[in-house]
């Protein structure tokens, strides 16, 4: 099964809305945590990660801390763009195993009008 | 800046061909990822490699097959294409020692 979970979406935001979209995660042990984002007609692109826990990730106004206490990494902006409007999509490793594999969660559309 | 480059943006095919989709990573990563993108699915598995001439079944390998001959090219094969393979095909590479994935820009396949 899937074992991550993020909020569905879409969501849709006015501009300078604050934004938090939320991910749980089940792992055995401490996995690397990830938040990638999609712009429109392009690959995944890697937002920012936490490697362990109470690690805060961070980048582009994006903010997202790993807490093990929640098995949470909720992605945070305080202000969001236009320019923000993407799919996002939260992952963790697979430490178990020494294969390079990542799970994620399903996505979330995000929409900022002007 | 690692690039991965996929063959084609979009691909249309007729039902029973034998589908090949390209990617290449010019970073010399260990390990190579084969996805497919379904609205409201997410990302899923299909194949992955770590190394030359090794694969891994991922999440969906049911009419796939994979290849990788060379370190840096990593192929997806559709041995007869179907219509519930039209998808979002997206390629990917991380190196061996951390596991940040680098994608490509995605093969949009449409099977008729």
């Known amino acids: 099964g899937n074992s991550v979970t993020q909020m569905e979406g879409p969501v849709t935001l006015s501009e300078e809305a604050f934004l938090t979209i939320n991910c749980t995660y089940t792992?055995?042990?401490?996995?690397?945590l990830f938040w990638y984002v999609q712009y429109p007609g392009e690959g995944l692109q890697l937002l920012l990660k936490?490697?362990?826990?109470?690690d805060k990730g961070s980048n582009k106004g994006f903010e997202a801390t790993y807490r093990k206490e929640t098995t949470s990494f909720h992605l945070e902006k305080g202000s969001v763009q236009v320019s923000d409007s993407a799919v996002y999509f939260c992952?963790?490793?697979?430490?178990?195993?020494?294969?390079?594999?990542?799970?994620f969660g399903r996505g979330t559309q995000l929409t900022v009008w002007p | 800046d690692v690039k991965v480059t996929q063959s084609s943006r979009y691909l249309v095919k007729r039902t029973g061909e034998k589908v090949f989709l390209e990617c290449v990573q010019d970073?010399?990563?260990?390990?190579m990822f084969w996805y497919r993108q379904d609205p409201g699915l997410g990302l899923r598995l299909i194949y992955f490699?770590?190394?030359?001439?090794?694969?891994e079944k991922g999440d969906i390998p049911e009419g796939y097959s994979v290849s990788r001959e060379k370190k840096e090219r990593f192929s997806l094969i559709l041995e007869s294409a179907s219509t519930n393979q039209t998808s979002m095909y997206l390629c990917?590479?991380?190196?061996?020692?951390?596991?940040?994935?680098?994608f490509g820009p995605g093969t949009r396949l449409t099977v008729t």
């Open positions: 990917a590479s991380s190196l061996d020692s951390t596991y940040e994935q680098y």
């Open positions: 792992a055995t042990g401490y996995p690397s």
């Open positions: 936490a490697t362990k826990a109470d």
């Open positions: 992952a963790r490793d697979d430490r178990g195993s020494t294969l390079g594999r990542l799970y």
């Open positions: 970073m010399d990563h260990e390990n």
């Open positions: 490699s770590y190394d030359v001439k090794m694969k």
